[in-house]
């Protein structure tokens, strides 16, 4: 058989393959991924559509995606992963609503007040929570608020607003969506550590307050062969406080090339991520950062790795998709 011939008919003979999504579901679970509008046509709609039962925007929902010029807001990608969501019985998480990077420079560059910042802020999360109020099941709120010792990332909001932009940012949400689920998202943070025990201090005082949070996101950008050993007992204990827990932005990145050996390795990492998941009643979702290494933004940030994503450039499924098959039973 030739090359093209092979790359032909691989979609078709995975298409009997039981889809992850049912898989998940049977397990009271949704397994999700990162998309890219403009993509979600050909056969990376069609595996998009059929494979995943929950998108996340890579990129459509950031601030400087909607608003690059202030009052001006453009919806076009995010409608589009929106309605495309709906079309496939699929929920959205919203990703994501207060970030330190990817903002607009009319508001990176401005000079603000306390007062005219959470103005801008509580605009901001109004408008777009407002927006999409009833069709996005989740919203990443705030994303990435800690420094990896546990201090608060010293960012234009913390700067401006102190920590308490991050129960303000909540509450504004709740009011523009009660019934979205709210969450907090961070990266190393998957294991018991620094970063996510101030997370789960964070996390236990907002609930003490009755502050609306209603789940946390543990990003899970992972290096080949590095799942932290305390994955589960840390989903458990985030659990305990009362709120649902998803891994939001999973991705398992090696040294390229990519070889049979590594690739092993990567199903047996994915493997055990989603199987710490499927342990843990509230751990609800797993979500991989981009389906597709076509799609990954590992080789852009990470020179000389990749490989990080469950289907390889030619939208054939990798090992690791088999690791996620087998993980949800």
Same mark, same amino acid.
């Given at each position: 058989?030739?090359?093209?011939?092979?790359?032909?008919?691989?979609?078709?003979?995975?298409?009997?393959?039981?889809?992850?999504?049912?898989?998940?579901?049977?397990?009271?679970?949704?397994?999700?991924?990162?998309?890219?509008?403009?993509?979600?046509?050909?056969?990376?709609?069609?595996?998009?559509?059929?494979?995943?039962?929950?998108?996340?925007?890579?990129?459509?929902?950031?601030?400087?995606?909607?608003?690059?010029?202030?009052?001006?807001?453009?919806?076009?990608?995010? /409608?589009?992963?929106?309605?495309?969501?709906?079309?496939?019985?699929?929920?959205?998480?919203?990703?994501?609503?207060?970030?330190?990077?990817?903002?607009?420079?009319?508001?990176?560059?401005?000079?603000?007040?306390?007062?005219?910042?959470?103005?801008?802020?509580?605009?901001?999360?109004?408008?777009?929570?407002?927006?999409?109020?009833?069709?996005?099941?989740?919203?990443?709120?705030?994303?990435?608020?800690?420094?990896?010792?546990?201090?608060?990332?010293?960012?234009?909001?913390?700067?401006?607003?102190?920590?308490?932009?991050?129960?303000?940012?909540?509450?504004?949400?709740?009011?523009?969506?009660?019934?979205?689920?709210?969450?907090?998202? /961070?990266?190393?943070?998957?294991?018991?550590?620094?970063?996510?025990?101030?997370?789960?201090?964070?996390?236990?005082?907002?609930?003490?307050?009755?502050?609306?949070?209603?789940?946390?996101?543990?990003?899970?950008?992972?290096?080949?062969?590095?799942?932290?050993?305390?994955?589960?007992?840390?989903?458990?204990?985030?659990?305990?406080?009362?709120? /649902?827990?998803?891994? =939001?932005?999973?991705?398992?990145?090696?040294?390229?090339?990519?070889?049979?050996?590594?690739?092993?390795?990567?199903?047996?990492?994915?493997?055990?991520?989603?199987?710490?998941?499927?342990?843990?009643?509230?751990?609800?979702?797993?979500?991989?950062?981009?389906?597709?290494?076509?799609?990954?933004?590992?080789?852009? =940030?990470?020179?000389?790795?990749?490989?990080?994503?469950?289907?390889?450039?030619?939208?054939?499924?990798?090992?690791?998709?088999?690791?996620?098959?087998?993980?949800?039973?």
């Amino acid at each position: 058989m030739t090359g093209a011939a092979l790359l032909f008919t691989a979609p078709a003979a995975h298409a009997a393959d039981t889809p992850l999504r049912d898989l998940a579901a049977a397990k009271g679970k949704l397994i999700g991924t990162a998309v890219t509008g403009s993509k979600l046509t050909g056969t990376y709609g069609d595996i998009a559509g059929a494979q995943f039962s929950s998108l996340t925007p890579g990129n459509a929902m950031k601030w400087g995606t909607v608003e690059p010029t202030r009052g001006s807001f453009d919806w076009t990608e995010a /409608d589009q992963i929106v309605a495309f969501a709906q079309a496939h019985h699929q929920q959205v998480r919203g990703h994501t609503l207060v970030w330190y990077s990817q903002n607009p420079s009319w508001l990176t560059n401005g000079s603000w007040t306390s007062a005219q910042l959470g103005s801008l802020l509580q605009n901001h999360i109004s408008t777009e929570v407002g927006r999409y109020k009833g069709r996005i099941a989740a919203w990443d709120v705030v994303n990435e608020p800690f420094n990896d010792d546990g201090s608060y990332r010293s960012t234009l909001w913390y700067k401006g607003l102190g920590s308490g932009y991050i129960a303000s940012a909540l509450t504004w949400a709740h009011a523009a969506d009660p019934n979205a689920r709210l969450y907090i998202n /961070d990266y190393n943070a998957e294991g018991v550590n620094a970063k996510s025990d101030a997370l789960y201090n964070l996390v236990k005082s907002l609930k003490a307050r009755g502050v609306p949070i209603g789940g946390v996101g543990l990003q899970a950008h992972l290096i080949l062969g590095q799942v932290p050993s305390t994955l589960r007992q840390n989903i458990q204990r985030f659990a305990g406080l009362g709120v /649902d827990v998803a891994i =939001t932005e999973l991705d398992v990145r090696m040294q390229l090339p990519a070889d049979r050996t590594k690739l092993a390795q990567q199903k047996a990492d994915f493997a055990s991520v989603v199987a710490a998941c499927t342990a843990v009643a509230r751990c609800v979702n797993v979500t991989v950062w981009g389906f597709t290494d076509a799609d990954s933004w590992v080789p852009g =940030t990470f020179p000389g790795y990749g490989a990080a994503t469950p289907y390889d450039e030619n939208y054939r499924p990798k090992p690791a998709y088999y690791g996620i098959a087998q993980a949800l039973g």
